[in-house]
Every structure is written in C-alpha cells, then in structure tokens.
C-alpha cells in the first residue's frame, strides 16, 4: 500500500486537534483523570465482590433445589406405601408426642433440619 492511498490523517504530521487555550490547567485534568481512575478501580472491586455474592448465592440455589426434590421424593413415596410401611416410617421419624391441656401438641423428632437442608 503506498502512501497515496491512504487517508491524509494517518500520514499528516499535523495535529488533528485544534489549538486553544483551555480553562482547566493540565493539573486539574490530570487530578480529574486519576479521580476517575480511582472510580473506576473501586467499581471493578465492587463488581467482584457482586459476582462473588452471586456465584454464593447460586450454588445455595441449587443446593435448595436439590433438597427440595428430595423431600418432594421422600413424600411421594409415604403417601404411596401402605399403612404398615407409614406406621415404621413415622415411628422413625417422631421420638415423642405429648398433649398438653386445650390439645396444645409437643412433638420432638429424632431428626434434626439441618439433616437435611445443608449446603455444601
């Protein structure tokens, strides 16, 4: 490519931008340009720790998922076994039952929640 076919800017060798006197002092536009920098710095700190609290929070999303389905499971298949199988399954799960005055139930299960709703 000669020098010919290519545009007058690129091969000028003066500058494009007009000259003028400015009303800001070249310390003040360094003092703006590395305000904006720093701007610029904390807001990619910012969008980390965002990304971080999301990719958190995701992973905890699936895992409710999980234990959801799971329970969803676990549900469909009393509600499908017969009442000797229910019978041992609710003996597994409830330690005891007392009844209080006014039918005021306390109920205490031999599991704990956190059993079953952990993330890992």
Do not use: G, H
């Not at 010919?4 to 003092?31: C, H």
Request: glycine share 0%.
């Amino acid at each position: 490519m000669s020098v010919f076919s290519l545009p007058l800017f690129l091969v000028s060798p003066a500058p494009l931008v007009p000259l003028y006197s400015s009303k800001f002092t070249p310390e003040l536009l360094n003092e703006l340009i590395m305000q904006t920098r720093d701007k610029v710095e904390t807001s990619k700190i910012e969008v980390q720790k965002y990304e971080s609290e999301l990719k958190n929070k995701q992973q905890y999303l699936k895992a409710t998922k999980a234990n959801y389905e799971n329970l969803i499971n676990w549900s469909e298949i009393f509600q499908n076994s017969n009442a000797e199988t229910k019978k041992m399954i609710t003996a597994y799960l409830i330690e005891s039952v007392k009844v209080s005055r006014d039918y005021e139930l306390d109920i205490k299960f031999n599991l704990a929640y956190e059993q079953f709703f952990t993330v890992n």
